[in-house]
């Protein structure tokens, strides 16, 4: 029997090697709209005004799906002048977030972004990428998290909306299981997490209460239990 036994260093550098990343910006985009049209709404009606609204976005991969939040939120969310909005995203993977934190993207990766937004928001690099601009760069915090781990999740408290998409699938029944528990205690009563179109929080856990919105379904805490 092969046996491969890594600590530190290694171990990091195995992890950033095995992780899947095919991100693009907007992808799944109804889902964005659900958070500006429905989710939101809903959210604030418990919330004082000027109170801070956290969402937690988990892989952040390259960084594609928490800036198409922000710019959701900058360009299509009618409130977003009277609230204070705290964007966390992470990643097990350390070379990724890097790359994330730069905010540079290929053609592909912006291919699905309205042109106006890419206008407004990016720039055009000698070497053909995009850099998005600094104020959404500024507008993420990129944070290395291991959902395994309950020493590194378990500072992950008050979120109001958190998108865990397209990762799940990846998990064993037992590793959707402590995760959606990690999900759990890491909202906010009444908020919301969204998962990728081929995933399904009711197959693994009975925590959260299914809501379907015009958008798109989405599972939420219930307020209480």
């Not at 900058?74 to 977030?97: K, M, N, Q």
Request: aromatic fraction near 12%; proline fraction near 5%.
């Amino acid at each position: 029997m092969l046996r491969f036994q890594a600590t530190g260093e290694e171990l990091q550098a195995l992890t950033n090697i095995m992780t899947v990343n095919e991100p693009y910006f907007f992808r799944e985009e109804y889902q964005f709209k659900c958070l500006v049209n429905s989710m939101l709404n809903e959210i604030v009606k418990t919330k004082k005004p000027g109170t801070t609204l956290r969402i937690w976005s988990i892989p952040s991969s390259s960084g594609e799906e928490p800036y198409s939040i922000a710019l959701y939120l900058t360009e299509y969310w009618p409130d977003i002048a009277h609230w204070d909005v705290e964007l966390i995203s992470s990643d097990i993977d350390t070379s990724i977030l890097k790359k994330a934190r730069a905010g540079k993207f290929s053609p592909r990766s912006v291919q699905h972004l309205p042109a106006n937004l890419l206008f407004k928001h990016f720039k055009r690099l000698p070497d053909n990428e995009y850099q998005i601009s600094d104020d959404f760069r500024e507008a993420v915090e990129f944070t290395r998290v291991n959902l395994s781990e309950a020493s590194e999740t378990r500072h992950y408290r008050g979120f109001d909306v958190i998108f865990c998409r397209n990762l799940l699938i990846y998990f064993d029944d037992l590793s959707r299981q402590k995760a959606a528990e990690v999900f759990y205690d890491a909202l906010n009563p009444g908020g919301f997490i969204c998962l990728g179109h081929a995933e399904s929080m009711s197959r693994i856990t009975s925590l959260f209460r299914v809501r379907k919105f015009p958008e798109a379904i989405v599972y939420q805490k219930p307020e209480s239990r």
